[in-house]
């Protein structure tokens, strides 16, 4: 399971653009927390050392550092990002669940925090969705303490959304402090709806970079709606919808890891079916390819739930 990591954004807070979600009756912090350990257990069981967060997933680092912590496993891998605040105030019904500041004093303060709940095990430190309109791109002050960040031994990445997260990756690695490049990882949505990003995925790791994709299920819709052509491939294969389509993402040669995002060991399971999914057939689903701005156009309506 070295290209698999698992992801808490649908487990550290109550509310989240995901369909298909496989959550406690019960949603206070208590029941998501068992949630979250028991997932991570299961994921730990089956050879997963790689948990991805994000200080905007509710109390998601906190949930993995009392895991963390409990367990004493020291050889997880644990990957953050920063630059979101969540502020749903543990509400399912909040209208605004997270705010978006790439600044200097939103890093320095989130990177504290991270390093509080997490320690030295935090290895990879992205800041959390990078477009092209983001000020980090001319703020130097802010690019050099994220320099800093990298010069310490703490891989330095980005995550990437929207219809432009080609543009936005390309330039990004172009940045440089003292003649060395700021970023050395990419997390971007990669999957068989939207794949638009997949030329500039496969340059960054030709160039030596890490390449994560995330949203392997497009935000669930490939697990609970999948197109006919996944489904078929599921049944010939004995494996569920949502395994096909992570199967397709390992499948892609550039791709060092892949996020799965389930919210219970059920869903994990069957995520990790993948592996029983042979490369032959995954050809196919290449024609069910959105145009990038009606897939996103589609993303930007899902309810929190």
Avoid at 173 to 193: D, I, K, R, Y
């Amino acid at each position: 399971m070295e290209r698999i990591a698992v992801g808490l954004a649908a487990l550290g807070r109550p509310a989240y653009l995901n369909l298909g979600r496989d959550l406690p009756p019960e949603r206070d912090v208590a029941a998501m927390r068992a949630a979250t350990h028991a997932v991570l257990d299961e994921a730990y069981r089956a050879g997963v050392r790689w948990v991805d967060v994000a200080r905007s997933y509710g109390r998601s680092e906190e949930f993995l550092g009392d895991w963390l912590a409990a367990r004493g496993h020291q050889d997880v891998f644990v990957s953050s990002k920063w630059g979101y605040r969540y502020v749903g105030d543990w509400r399912l019904d909040a209208e605004v669940h997270e705010v978006k500041e790439h600044s200097l004093a939103r890093f320095t303060e989130q990177w504290a925090r991270t390093r509080e709940l997490l320690g030295a095990q935090v290895g990879l430190y992205q800041v959390h969705s990078l477009t092209v309109d983001s000020p980090l791109f001319t703020d130097r002050p802010l690019l050099d303490a994220l320099a800093g960040l990298s010069a310490s031994g703490v891989e330095v990445g980005f995550s990437t959304s929207g219809s432009a997260q080609a543009d936005a990756m390309r330039r990004a690695f172009e940045l440089e402090v003292g003649g060395q490049p700021v970023f050395s990882a990419v997390q971007s949505t990669w999957n068989v709806l939207e794949p638009s990003a997949g030329a500039a995925l496969a340059e960054a790791r030709a160039a030596g970079n890490r390449v994560l994709v995330k949203e392997t299920l497009a935000n669930g819709r490939l697990a609970v709606a999948a197109p006919e052509p996944v489904r078929r491939l599921a049944a010939e294969h004995g494996v569920g919808p949502d395994a096909v389509a992570v199967a397709a993402v390992l499948a892609q040669e550039w791709v060092s890891v892949a996020v799965l995002g389930p919210s219970s060991p059920a869903q994990l399971r069957a995520n990790l079916a993948a592996v029983r999914v042979p490369r032959a057939g995954l050809a196919a689903l290449s024609g069910l390819a959105e145009d990038p701005r009606e897939y996103w156009a589609q993303r930007s309506h899902l309810r929190w739930n």
